[in-house]
C-alpha cells in the first residue's frame, strides 16, 4: 500500500456539500462524476497528495443511501492506493480479510477498485485503488 488516496465522505446533496467543502478546503471540486454501477453521484477535492471524494445516491437502492439511512452522513470509507490491485487483493485474501468484490471493478477517477468487508477492519470500509493504465 501506498498513500491514502482519498477518504470517500457520505453525503445527502452533492451541490450544497460541494459548496460547503469548497469553502472549508479553499478549493473547487476537480470534477465530478456519476458513477452508475454504484448507484452515485461523486465529486473529487485534491487535498495535497490525497484527495476527498463526495458520494451521493442515485437512486434508494444505492449503498450511499443505506449508510445515510443507518448511520447519517459522514465517512464511508477510506482509499489506500495500490501499485498491483490484483497482488493485493491476493495477499490480503490470504491473510484472512473478506473482499466485497471478487475481481476489481471500475470505480470513479479512472481506477480499478476493491472494497474489503468492514467487519475484516475494525468497522472501517477500506478500499484498494489503482490508477488505470493504458494498456489494460
Ligand atoms: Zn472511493
Not at 490480503?92 to 479512472?110: C, I, T, Y
Amino acid at each position: 500500500m501506498q498513500k491514502i488516496e482519498h477518504l470517500g465522505i457520505a453525503v445527502s446533496n452533492l451541490d450544497a456539500a460541494n459548496a460547503l467543502y469548497a469553502k472549508l478546503l479553499g478549493t473547487m471540486p476537480y470534477k465530478t462524476e456519476r458513477v452508475e454501477s454504484e448507484g452515485v453521484n461523486t465529486s473529487f477535492f485534491q487535498v495535497g497528495e490525497s484527495k476527498i471524494e463526495l458520494l451521493e445516491a442515485t437512486n434508494p437502492d444505492s449503498p450511499i443511501a443505506k449508510f445515510i439511512a443507518k448511520k447519517g452522513e459522514g465517512i464511508h470509507h477510506i482509499a489506500f492506493d495500490v501499485d498491483d490491485i490484483h497482488a493485493e487483493m491476493r495477499r490480503l485474501q490470504a491473510e484472512g480479510f473478506v473482499l466485497l468484490n471478487e475481481a476489481p471493478k471500475r470505480g470513479a477517477d479512472n481506477k480499478l477498485v476493491c472494497f474489503i468487508h468492514p467487519k475484516s477492519a475494525n468497522g472501517v470500509l477500506v478500499e484498494l485503488c489503482q490508477e488505470i493504465r493504458e494498456a489494460e
